[in-house]
């Protein structure tokens, strides 16, 4: 049966690769891991070395302001985190926060103790 | 919870693309902040719906981990676009997680999807279950209704 929220269903972003400790602590500080950045330079051009201003807001903006869609983060938890308590709504936002666990600054630093 | 098929789940994102034009970027060379929409793109004459169906473009791979059996990928302007029932799974292509990380990266990105399956199908506390389901949002919404 078709559903009636098609295809507004909640959305998990996971944020790609972070190769160093500074990194991935960037990524654990930032509460949507860089979705929410945007940009104004279009490099898509046939000079490349000039690229063009095209505005984009960051897809985190787009949803939330032109298609209703909200995050998840409420009195400052993660649902991921115990406390967390609730429900969602179709048109919500979830960032797949992974790196915490190998940060210096909220988990549990992996990366130096293994001496990678 | 089973993915649903692959190919209905490709068509409906490509849909959602066309009414949602800007839940995907694409990241274009020397700055992940300057990444553009591939609707715009499109528009343009820039970019190709079937390449971008393509999971080779961008040499994109798959995360290897055993969690990952079951889910259904394609690749999309630099995204790897996976359907798990009724969630969105967008995965940042521009380096996807490094061996390291894979094993919790797989594991609690399966947790997660868990979580926001329960949390959308959880009643909220008013809720008064009606007396018939006509299996709105959630199935298992229903499902948990049954079984009071």
Known sequence: MPNANAPFFPVIYVRGYAMTGREKDETTSDPFCGFNLGSTVYRATTNKDKPLKFVFESPILRLMTEHDYTDVYHEGLDIMDPDWTGWLAPRSIIIYRYYEQDSSLLGLNDHLQSGQ | MRPMGFGA????????????????????????????????????????????????????????????????????????????????????????????????????????????????????????????????????????????
């Open chain 2, 9 to 148: 789940r490709a068509t409906e994102f490509m849909g959602l693309l066309g009414r949602l034009p800007d839940i995907v970027w694409r990241s274009e060379g020397k700055n992940r902040r300057e990444s553009y929409f591939f609707s715009e793109l499109r528009d343009r004459g820039e970019w190709d719906d079937r390449k971008a169906i393509n999971p080779g473009v961008a040499g994109a791979k798959p995360p290897e981990a055993p969690e990952w059996q079951g889910m259904k990928h394609f690749s999309l302007a630099g995204f790897w676009v996976t359907t798990y029932g009724r969630i969105w799974v967008i995965t940042e292509v521009l380096g996807t997680p490094g061996k390291h990380d894979i094993p919790y990266f797989a594991r609690g990105l399966s947790d997660l999807i868990l979580k926001v399956r329960d949390a959308i199908c959880r009643p909220p506390p008013d809720w008064d279950p009606p007396k018939s389901y006509a299996m709105g949002d959630c199935v298992l919404y229903s499902s948990l209704a049954r079984m009071k």
